[in-house]
């Protein structure tokens, strides 16, 4: 078991309670905080050890973990056991997040829009005013999906340098629009 210095303890914690908040159970958000912050990595019985939670929960996690590609499992010269480590590039971890977002909220949502407007088309009673307003939704999320692709095709260091420069982005913008 390892023993957790504040520092990790305190992020590990408030991962698991941001978790929650995502809609991430709390142990799995935990895990991936500590083998996040984990400079070697660690088995089931040491992450189940060092968070105080059952194996078959650290077991199901990780398979969770795995599922968003956000964890691998690694071998350790000398030791019969499996090993886990996070992804440790914060902008690819973000951009699995996203990712995973995308295809399990954005993508079955733009679905069921698109399933009510057709029927709402060929309904025979006109409700237009929810056809409008779910067109409204819809567009907004294609719009945003638009954006999105184009972003996700950028190498990750051409986004850490639209990051960096949207002071600059934002002061252009301000002068175009003051003219």
Same mark, same amino acid.
């Given at each position: 078991m390892t023993q957790l210095g504040a *520092?990790?303890?305190q992020f590990v914690l408030h991962w698991g309670e941001m978790g929650t908040r995502?809609?991430?159970?709390? !142990?799995?958000?935990?895990? /991936? *905080?500590?083998? /996040?912050?984990?400079a070697t990595p660690l088995t089931a019985?040491?992450?189940?050890? !060092?968070?105080?939670?059952?194996?078959?929960?650290?077991? !199901?996690?990780?398979?969770?973990?795995?599922?968003?590609?956000?964890?691998?499992?690694v /071998?350790?010269?000398?030791?019969? @056991?499996? /090993?886990?480590?996070?992804?440790k590039d914060v902008w690819e971890?973000? @951009?699995?997040?996203?990712?995973?977002?995308?295809?399990?909220?954005?993508?079955? !949502?733009?679905?069921?829009?698109r399933l009510c407007i057709s029927e709402l088309d060929r309904a025979d009673a006109k409700d237009d005013y929810t056809k409008e $307003?779910? $067109?409204?939704?819809?567009?907004f999320f294609t719009d945003v999906e638009a954006l999105y692709a184009d972003i996700r095709q950028f190498p990750v260091a051409t986004l850490r340098g639209i990051v960096r420069a949207r002071g600059t982005v934002r002061k252009i913008l301000s002068l175009k629009g003051g003219r």
């Open positions: *520092a990790k303890k995502w809609g991430i159970n709390r !142990t799995v958000a935990q895990i /991936h *905080a500590l083998l /996040h912050v984990s019985e040491e992450i189940a050890g !060092t968070l105080r939670v059952a194996r078959s929960n650290v077991s !199901t996690s990780i398979r969770e973990l795995q599922g968003w590609g956000l964890v691998r499992p /071998h350790v010269l000398g030791d019969r @056991r499996q /090993h886990f480590e996070s992804i971890m973000f @951009r699995i997040i996203i990712d995973q977002r995308k295809r399990r909220e954005i993508d079955p !949502t733009l679905e069921v829009l $307003r779910l $067109r409204e939704i819809y567009e």
